[in-house]
Nanobody, 126 residues
Framework: QGQVVESGGGLVQAGGSLRLSCAAS????????MGWFRQAPGKAREFVAA????????TYSDSVSGRFTISRDNAKNTLYLQMNSLQPEDTAVYYC???????????????????WGQGTQVTVSS
């Protein structure tokens, strides 16, 4: 059974940066379009960013566009999310997800992703 595991979360001051990683086991990252989602307390899980299988296509939510960058290193079987200019409203548990979909897909809906990690907490203080 394939799984993905997030890491890199933590506590950071507003304006700071963090880089999240998502490592896969039993699942070859290079064969899956992938994405990042987040869930703040009391709110629904929301889309953050997605990347196509080869990395040529990306898409972002309006709230993070221009501040966050999704990337992947298929040789290392790892997905990344570089988060800059973090704000308190970015505080959430961040989840990595993988989708069985055509190679150039960039998927924004939670239901399109069958594989999920356990999440990593990101807390931004003001």
């Amino acid at each position: 059974q394939g799984q993905v595991v997030e890491s890199g979360g933590g506590l950071v001051q507003a304006g700071g940066s963090l880089r999240l990683s998502c490592a896969a086991s039993g699942l070859t990252v290079s064969t899956y379009p992938m994405g990042w989602f987040r869930q703040a307390p009391g709110k629904a899980r929301e889309f953050v960013a997605a990347i196509s299988r080869g990395g040529s296509r990306t898409t972002y939510s309006d709230s993070v566009s221009g501040r966050f960058t999704i990337s992947r290193d298929n040789a290392k079987n790892t997905l990344y999310l570089q988060m800059n200019s973090l704000q308190p409203e970015d505080t959430a548990v961040y989840y990595c997800a993988a989708a069985a979909a055509p190679p150039f897909s960039v998927l924004t809906e939670r239901g399109q992703y069958p594989y999920w990690g356990q999440g990593t907490q990101v807390t931004v203080s003001s």
